[in-house]
């Protein structure tokens, strides 16, 4: 059975900082890609931050290069996203994302953590 688990959302004020977690399990998590997306209400999720197999191989959403930074433990199997000099447009539900593209192909979704920034 698959388990995709975010954590480490909350409120912060703008400036401020926060470490987004994601737990998989029930897949080979060293072979995934994962990445983040979030969503606001009305509007489509987006790309924020993705990583392949290999640490090095990131990908950043324009609105966010320089200031969120991924990762991965693949003994841990968990993804990470920093998120630093947090902006109100910012605030959003991020959801964790694991995808493999050869086969066996999959794509799975954690339930969303919620992310607020406000004074």
């Known amino acids: 059975q698959v388990h995709v688990v975010e954590s480490g959302g909350g409120s912060v004020q703008p400036g401020g900082s926060l470490k987004l977690s994601c737990v998989a399990s029930?897949?080979?998590?060293?072979?995934?890609?994962m990445a983040w997306y979030r969503q606001t209400p009305g509007k489509e999720r987006e790309l924020v931050a993705a990583i392949g197999s290999s640490p090095d191989d990131t990908d950043y959403g324009e609105s966010v290069k320089g200031r969120f930074t991924i990762s991965r433990d693949d003994d841990k199997n968990t993804v990470y996203l920093q998120m630093n000099s947090l902006k109100s447009e910012d605030t959003a539900v991020y959801y964790c994302?694991?995808?493999?593209?050869?086969?066996?192909?999959?794509?799975?979704w954690g339930q969303g953590t919620q992310v607020t920034v406000s004074p």
């Open positions: 029930g897949f080979t998590f060293n072979r995934a890609a």
């Open positions: 994302h694991a995808r493999r593209y050869s086969p066996p192909i999959y794509a799975y």
